[in-house]
């Protein structure tokens, strides 16, 4: 297991899933969904509103200054998770967290901020990012280098392109799919969701430089290890009249167990 810890670079913040339905549902128009996983041994600091930027709610990796997801009092939000492409990883590349901040404590629309990816995407690794308003979304990979619109739809986002055929977005979606059609809304079904740990097959596995031992235990929604797991799993979910309901889980150690933070707050 040593040989993928040593591989990762250091700067590297990794998001594993988000599931995003847009208009999906008679209460809300925005619903969100997704796990962050991490080295366990990378310090972070769980979702709060800044100090520094009292209008963000987000996560912080401590490590690196940067957030994985984080969303504004005036409805902007953003969020990252990594292109795993380990044969073409820089060394020397900045911390992509910075991507997701620089987006939420800018004065850029989400147009002008397309333009800025396209320009300067192939500074970082690979990743992928939903960034815009609770209104109005978009997808960019610098991979691609490509951005695209999120029509009214369900959208699920690993770490490759969006709505890769994987064995976890394939289940996390069908799953989703599946809880946003009932009338209410748990947010203990959609952690029930997010802690699935159920693996691929091995003719499941996709081939992305990790090897076989570690792509077993990367299948998973929610992925446990000795030094790499699932470190949170957050819920976001947006009323029609802009009222924001947030839920995350911080999955830190076994000892100390699951903590639990809520926020709700009206977009300004």
Known sequence: MSNFYFT??????????????RNQHHQYKLILAANRDEFYARESEQVNFWQ???FILAGKDLSAGGTWMGITKVGKFCAITNYRDLKNVKSNAPSRGEVVLNYLTGSESAVEYSE?????????????????TVDELF???NKSNQVEKLENSIYG????????????????KARFTELISQNELSEDSFLDLLTDDFQASDDELPETGVGKEWEKILSPIF???EIYGTRCS???KVTHDNQVEFTEVTHDSITSGDKRV???FKIE
């Open 116 to 132: 800025i990816l396209i320009n300067r995407g192939e500074m970082y690794n690979g990743f992928n990012l939903i960034y815009g």
């Open 139 to 141: 997808y960019y990979s």
């Open 223 to 225: 992925i446990k290890s």
């Open 262 to 264: 809520s926020y709700n």
């Open 8 to 21: 990762i670079n250091s700067k590297i913040i990794i998001m594993c899933l988000i599931l995003i339905a």
């Open 157 to 172: 986002l690993s770490n490759h392109f969006l709505d890769t055929p994987w064995h976890k977005n394939i289940r996390a």
């Open 52 to 54: 520094d930027y009292p």
């Open 234 to 236: 957050t819920i976001i």
